[in-house]
Every structure is written in C-alpha cells, then in structure tokens.
C-alpha cells in the first residue's frame, strides 16, 4: 500500500483498544479512525494516551485487546514495527532523527534507497534518474531546495523536522503518524510546518499529535480529544473549544482560562 490509494473510507480503525503497562490502562476499549487523505489532529492532556496510540499504529506496543485494522482488512496486531512501515505506515517522532554529517540530498537520498533496496543494497548502489527526480521533488515539497548541499547539522531546528519529514514521505506511505512537530519551532516555522502538511494530505492520510492549539487551529478541519485512554470528544475546532468537557479537563479549568487559551 502506499501514498497513492485512492480507496474511501477508513484507512485506519482501532476497535474497542485495551493497552495495559502495568495496571495502568494507557488506551481503554479505544475506538479511533481516520478516512483516506483525512488530516486529523489529535489532542489531549499528559497522560491520555495520544503517544500510545501512535506506538500501536506503528506496532511498537502491542494492545492486550482490540482490533487495529489498516486499509481494507489487515490487522495489524501482531507485525513487527517493520512489517507494518512495509504495509505503508510511516512515522515522524516529535525529535528528529537525521544524519547530522550527511547533507540535506545525502540524507534524502540514504532514506529513498534504504526503502526501496533494503540495507545492504543501500551500501552499495547508487541512485537512478528516477530516484534523482524524486528526491528533487521532496526537496522542493518540504522547502529545502537551497539547501541541498548543507549539512544536516546546520540546519535549524525546523528545518531539520522538514528534512525527517522529506525522508519519511520518500518511502511513500499511505498513512503518515506525526508526533508534535511543531515543538521549539517559531511562529515562521510553525506557519510553514502547516501548509507542508496540509499539502501532503493531497496524497496521504496523516494522523498529527500536537499541544500547540494555534497550530492546531491553522491545521486541522477534524480533532480528537483524548482523556484518560478514550475519545473525549470530536469535531471541528470551533466545536472542540466549546465543549465544556474539554473546557475543564484540557483548555483549563475555568471558562476564563479556556478563553485565553483561545486567544
């Protein structure tokens, strides 16, 4: 499966998701899903289960109950981390993770041969044509085409959020997992950081965790509220901002403190 489903409906479900540490239930009986190219942006205090969700997407934790059901009927409950990035499910975590020493191409480049070539393989073949053109338009599509040439190691830290998100896009999957990407960004970056995924979701589902709510307005047409492992509430911003359950448990505890959270 990759980027390039044109399929409707859900191209991820989770169906009554139990995920337990310890006695401590991180998700409880979770019913969660997103349609294809839906951008959805998820929400919630510490503690309600937003990372974990991603982690049972991803297959880095297993749920001890549930279904997670990806596309048309694959569960993937069970497959390993890679198995499922396979499938077509890619992640960005909220630190970025690039090759400091390489350059912004060399980095493109080291992720789109490792996807389509396997490890080995990447250590000893060279990109084609049509490899160039694409880390060309991933260049382009995340904004560092004047940068090509810089090591990864200089680049700000926004820049460097767009440049993981460049090698994630480059293995073409159909559903993209992003966690906090706008953290210790500016308000420039932040802005730019929006519209690179709103276009993305041209192409792929994308699933976005984020704190920021001015970012998250900027984005998102559907959010999710998570609370102690569950769906809270969901809907348009506008909708979500004025649930009083959200009011108290996440924007603050006052309608006073939900206002100026608002502004």
């Given at each position: 499966?990759?980027?390039?489903?044109?399929?409707?409906?859900?191209?991820?479900?989770?169906?009554?998701?139990?995920?337990?540490?310890?006695?401590?239930?991180?998700?409880?009986?979770?019913?969660?899903f997103?349609?294809?190219?839906?951008?959805?942006?998820?929400?919630?205090?510490?503690?309600?289960?937003?990372?974990?969700?991603?982690?049972?997407?991803?297959?880095?934790?297993?749920?001890?109950?549930?279904?997670?059901i990806?596309?048309?009927d694959?569960?993937?409950?069970?497959?390993?981390?890679?198995?499922?990035?396979?499938?077509?499910?890619?992640?960005?975590?909220?630190?970025?993770?690039?090759?400091?020493?390489?350059?912004?191409?060399?980095?493109?480049?080291?992720?789109?041969?490792?996807?389509?070539?396997?490890?080995?393989?990447?250590?000893?073949?060279?990109?084609?044509?049509?490899?160039?053109?694409?880390?060309?338009?991933?260049?382009?599509?995340?904004?560092?085409?004047?940068?090509?040439?810089?090591?990864?190691?200089?680049?700000?830290?926004?820049?460097?959020?767009?440049?993981?998100?460049?090698?994630?896009?480059?293995?073409?999957?159909?559903?993209?997992?992003?966690d906090?990407?706008?953290?210790?960004?500016?308000?420039?970056e932040?802005?730019?950081?929006?519209?690179?995924?709103?276009?993305?979701?041209?192409?792929?589902?994308?699933?976005?965790?984020?704190?920021?709510?001015?970012?998250?307005?900027?984005?998102?047409?559907?959010?999710?509220v998570?609370?102690?492992?569950?769906?809270?509430?969901?809907?348009?911003?506008?909708?979500?901002?004025?649930?009083?359950?959200?009011?108290?448990?996440y924007?603050?505890?006052?309608?006073?403190?939900?206002?100026?959270?608002a502004?």
């Amino acid at each position: 499966m990759t980027g390039s489903m044109t399929e409707r409906g859900s191209i991820i479900y989770l169906e009554d998701v139990t995920v337990d540490f310890d006695g401590f239930k991180a998700l409880r009986n979770l019913n969660f899903f997103v349609d294809y190219h839906e951008l959805r942006v998820v929400i919630g205090p510490n503690g309600a289960g937003k990372t974990t969700l991603l982690d049972v997407i991803s297959g880095k934790v297993r749920p001890v109950s549930g279904r997670v059901i990806f596309g048309k009927d694959t569960d993937l409950i069970g497959l390993h981390e890679h198995e499922i990035a396979t499938l077509g499910i890619g992640r960005k975590f909220q630190t970025p993770s690039v090759y400091a020493n390489l350059t912004v191409w060399e980095n493109l480049d080291l992720s789109l041969r490792r996807a389509s070539k396997g490890v080995f393989a990447t250590l000893i073949s060279r990109s084609g044509p049509a490899e160039i053109e694409r880390i060309g338009a991933a260049l382009e599509t995340i904004g560092l085409t004047g940068k090509r040439d810089t090591r990864a190691g200089a680049l700000s830290h926004g820049e460097k959020q767009w440049l993981e998100i460049g090698m994630v896009i480059l293995q073409d999957p159909a559903l993209l997992l992003v966690d906090e990407p706008v953290a210790g960004m500016t308000d420039r970056e932040t802005e730019q950081t929006g519209q690179l995924l709103q276009s993305l979701a041209a192409k792929q589902s994308i699933v976005v965790i984020e704190h920021d709510m001015e970012f998250v307005r900027q984005l998102a047409r559907t959010v999710t509220v998570l609370h102690e492992g569950t769906v809270l509430c969901e809907g348009p911003v506008e909708k979500i901002q004025a649930d009083p359950h959200v009011v108290e448990i996440y924007l603050g505890r006052t309608k006073e403190a939900a206002d100026a959270a608002a502004r």
